[in-house]
Nanobody, 115 residues
Framework: QVQLVESGGGLVQPGGSLRLSCAAS????????MAWSRQAPGKQRELVAF???????NYGDSVKGRFTISRDNAKKMVYLQMNSLKPEDTAVYYC?????????WGQGTQVTVSS
């Protein structure tokens, strides 16, 4: 069983920055594929960023050039640095892990971009 706990959400003005953190459990963290996804009210959940166990990184088109995903295997942490935030980035952000074909989700953290 893998447990994921997100933190770092909050209210930020347009153009501002936030860094989300995801703390993971389990001794095989370095083998997990990790991702951040988000869901805005009335919309489907969408992939924001992905980082594989080998370091492969992919971003959703709407966040390319503004968001950066990273991981620290020693600390069992995944981060999402979000810059140049826009009101349309407002959503609940979820940390996701995949290990041996099993998916795991965190409880989510709210990000609100508003003036």
């Amino acid at each position: 069983q893998v447990q994921l706990v997100e933190s770092g959400g909050g209210l930020v003005q347009p153009g501002g920055s936030l860094r989300l953190s995801c703390a993971a459990s389990g001794s095989a963290f370095s083998m997990y594929s990790m991702a951040w996804s988000r869901q805005a009210p009335g919309k489907q959940r969408e992939l924001v960023a992905f980082i594989g166990s080998e370091g492969t990184i992919n971003y959703g088109d709407s966040v390319k050039g503004r968001f950066t995903i990273s991981r620290d295997n020693a600390k069992k942490m995944v981060y999402l640095q979000m810059n140049s935030l826009k009101p349309e980035d407002t959503a609940v952000y979820y940390c996701y892990a995949s290990y041996i074909g099993n998916p795991y989700w965190g409880q989510g953290t709210q990000v609100t971009v508003s003036s």
